[in-house]
């Protein structure tokens, strides 16, 4: 299985990056206007502004083009799979500022191509929030059946990879922990099968809703990384405000849109806005806590 995985990911590779470029080259070249950012348009342009305020929702709506936890349980899959820890650097941090470019890409297509936000907002209501039709129309527009084909495969490579990735991830950590040798078939079932099982069993579940709850469980897991990662860098002497100030705001991000969401406690705007402050300010008064207790600590040891 990993050998064939290995012949078709670089095809799926491809496909993404023809889509990115194939697109706004085309885009550009079609004479397509990219809205500017002014003082003027930096505003909410969601239908339904009240509803979804830029703060948190935005935050959480975007995920993995601008910061994942998801990516980060790659980790196990990934570590396994490098030559050199020298690769780390350009494996995960490159992947990470490529998803970024293509989500960017993407904004300005899905601007431009329908002629403003408004309009686009206006697509995205006529069809029920669903973005695979405009995805689709899209591409076949600016790049053809044939090209229009690759461009979808490159969008359909996201999930499929990321499926796979998952799983495989969700089965090396679980047999980590069972310290389970997963070279025998059967022990590699024995963790597969309920997983998959479980994978199926969520499928049947209304879409909309499980793409909400991984949206913030994908940047909680994020807020959680970074203050582990935070942690480290103090114990390490290294310099962790490059972690910490994204854990305060992540924090603030996951913690208000739970308490504000639907989906999630559901309460006024004010009032979670609050809870997302007050825990904020106090994740950032524990973390100061444990920096001066350690440096105390270390200034004893020595």
């Not at 669903?130 to 600016?142: D, K, M, Q």
Request: aromatic share 14%; hydrophobic share 50%.
């Amino acid at each position: 299985i990993d050998k064939i995985i290995g012949k078709i990911y670089p095809l799926f590779g491809f496909a993404l990056l023809f889509m990115a470029l194939g697109l706004i080259t085309t885009l550009i070249i079609k004479g397509y206007k990219i809205p500017d950012l002014t003082f003027s348009t930096l505003k909410n342009f969601h239908a339904d502004g009240e509803k979804f305020p830029v703060f948190p929702m935005m935050f959480i709506t975007i995920a993995c083009g601008a910061i994942s936890g998801f990516h980060s349980t790659q980790s196990p899959l990934m570590a396994r799979c490098l030559k050199n820890e020298n690769l780390g650097r350009r494996v995960f941090y490159g992947a990470m500022i490529s998803e970024g470019i293509v989500a960017m890409i993407w904004a300005a297509i899905g601007m431009s191509f329908y002629g403003g936000v408004r309009e686009l907002n206006d697509m995205m209501t006529a069809h029920e929030g669903n973005a695979a039709y405009l995805v689709n129309e899209i591409s076949n527009s600016l790049l053809g059946k044939f090209g229009g084909i690759i461009a979808l495969l490159g969008v359909v490579a996201a999930p499929i990879t990321s499926g796979d990735t998952a799983f495989r991830s969700a089965r090396l950590i679980v047999a980590d922990f069972l310290k389970s040798k997963q070279g025998p078939i059967k022990n590699r079932l024995l963790i597969s099968i309920p997983l998959f099982l479980v994978g199926f069993l969520i499928t049947r579940m209304d879409f909309s809703v499980i793409w909400r709850y991984f949206a913030w469980s994908n940047q909680t897991l994020a807020m959680v990384v970074l203050w582990a990662i935070t942690v480290y860098l103090t114990q390490t002497g290294k310099f962790f405000w490059v972690t910490l100030i994204p854990a305060l705001f992540m924090t603030a991000v996951t913690i208000t849109y739970i308490f504000f969401a639907p989906e999630g406690f559901s309460l006024p705007g004010g009032i979670s806005y609050a809870i997302g402050g007050v825990a904020t300010a106090a994740s950032l008064a524990g973390f100061l806590l444990y920096y001066f207790n350690f440096q105390k600590k270390v200034k004893y040891s020595v």
